[in-house]
């Protein structure tokens, strides 16, 4: 099914404008996201093809289907407890039975853990891309060679400088495995190339080092550890850093640049209002979308506050919501019996005969 086929049906139960401008944090950039709650055809419903969720292409416009949408609200999903919450100029279509779910159902203490734990996962991704601007991964991969040392005495080398220092081709080695030594070779040279040695790699995209056989009383030239632990950490971070270069937000990654930041300013800026909402809920036992404090939350999109600065803010919120939650005298847990006796009201109601 498509939102075309939701409209044309008129199985929408619930249309509401969301995100930043329901937030009352709107500039003349922003997008309008739209969300909602729909019913299936009752065949759909009871035979075998359920739907939880609708949306277009770019993801900015959703609609959940009445009961994924009751299960998200169970779990004090903040995104969904803000689509019920959304103000009455906010709200594009409400069909008269959606009146019957109300914030009272499913507000609860769990918001303090649904609410934090996404907050910190922004955090924990501010934090990483923050890494990721000032610490910058080179377009060439880092070959298993940067990570092979030669031990001489108490010290190690890099091989790249050993060979150089020497006049020395990598192609002209020939290594062999150290007995209960991990990673840990035994280092031989021909320059004619008549003994066969493999080289130390066989190209530069090779993961794994090459291994000769050498006759026996050959002496040994040097010894070659290889960090293999640190190659594969370089392995992750390159793939994840060029992973997040090829999808990230071009304008958004612009626009932080050019503000200064090295952080996601506008992702930043919903988590401080998100952890706002979460103290709101402990201690009002309500939601309000629209910030009052529209021009602070800006100020953290526009670059104003530095990145240690909203940290430092997300943790004093933190701490206020766990504080809080103590002498909250919200339910430790929705209501769920009460709220699924609702929902089969309403699925009654819409699938009378």
């Known amino acids: 099914m498509t939102i075309d086929d939701l409209k044309r049906q008129n199985l929408i139960l619930f249309e509401v404008i969301s995100g930043s401008r329901a937030f009352g944090l709107a500039t003349e950039k922003s997008d309008t996201?739209?969300?909602?709650?729909?019913?299936?055809?009752?065949?759909?419903?009871?035979?075998?093809?359920?739907?939880?969720?609708?949306?277009?292409?770019?993801?900015?416009?959703?609609?959940?289907?009445?009961?994924?949408?009751?299960?998200l609200l169970l779990k004090n999903n903040p995104n969904i407890l803000e689509v019920l919450a959304s103000s009455s100029e906010c709200i594009l279509y409400q069909h008269p039975i959606m009146q019957q779910l109300t914030l009272d159902l499913f507000l609860s203490k769990q918001t303090e853990q649904t609410f934090a734990h996404y907050a910190i996962s922004q955090i924990k991704k501010a934090k990483g891309l923050n890494k990721k601007i000032n610490n910058p991964v080179e377009v060439?991969?880092?070959?298993?060679?940067?990570?092979?040392?030669?031990?001489?005495?108490?010290?190690?080398?890099?091989?790249?400088?050993?060979?150089?220092?020497?006049?020395?081709?990598?192609?002209?080695?020939?290594?062999?495995?150290?007995?209960?030594?991990?990673?840990?070779?035994?280092?031989?040279?021909?320059?004619?190339?008549?003994?066969?040695?493999?080289?130390?790699?066989?190209?530069?995209?090779?993961?794994?080092?090459?291994?000769?056989?050498?006759?026996?009383d050959t002496p040994v030239m040097a010894y070659l550890s290889f960090n293999r632990d640190g190659f594969s950490s370089h392995c992750r971070d390159y793939k994840a850093y060029w992973q997040w270069v090829a999808n990230r937000n071009q304008q958004r990654y612009k626009n932080n640049i050019e503000n200064g930041n090295d952080f996601d300013a506008k992702n930043m800026m919903h988590t401080i209002r998100l952890l706002q909402v979460a103290y709101e809920i402990m201690t009002k036992g309500t939601i309000t979308n629209k910030r009052p404090n529209r021009d602070e939350l800006l100020a953290i999109k526009q670059g104003k506050l530095s990145y240690d600065e909203i940290m430092q803010l997300a943790e004093s919120l933190l701490a206020k919501i766990e504080t809080a939650s103590l002498s909250s005298r919200l339910p430790d847990q929705p209501n769920s019996q009460k709220a699924l006796a609702v929902l089969l009201t309403m699925r009654n109601h819409l699938y009378q005969s």
Do not use: M
Request: hydrophobic share 30%; glycine share 8%; net charge negative.
């Open 33 to 71: 996201d739209i969300k909602g709650v729909f019913y299936l055809p009752k065949e759909k419903f009871y035979g075998l093809e359920y739907i939880p969720q609708i949306s277009n292409a770019s993801n900015d416009i959703v609609y959940y289907e009445l009961g994924r949408f009751v299960e």
């Open 140 to 216: 060439k991969r880092k070959t298993v060679l940067d990570f092979c040392y030669i031990i001489q005495g108490q010290h190690t080398y890099p091989i790249t400088n050993w060979l150089t220092k020497n006049g020395l081709q990598q192609q002209c080695c020939g290594l062999v495995n150290i007995p209960h030594g991990r990673d840990l070779y035994a280092l031989f040279y021909d320059a004619s190339g008549s003994c066969g040695y493999h080289g130390i790699i066989q190209h530069e995209d090779s993961t794994e080092l090459c291994l000769s056989s050498v006759k026996i």
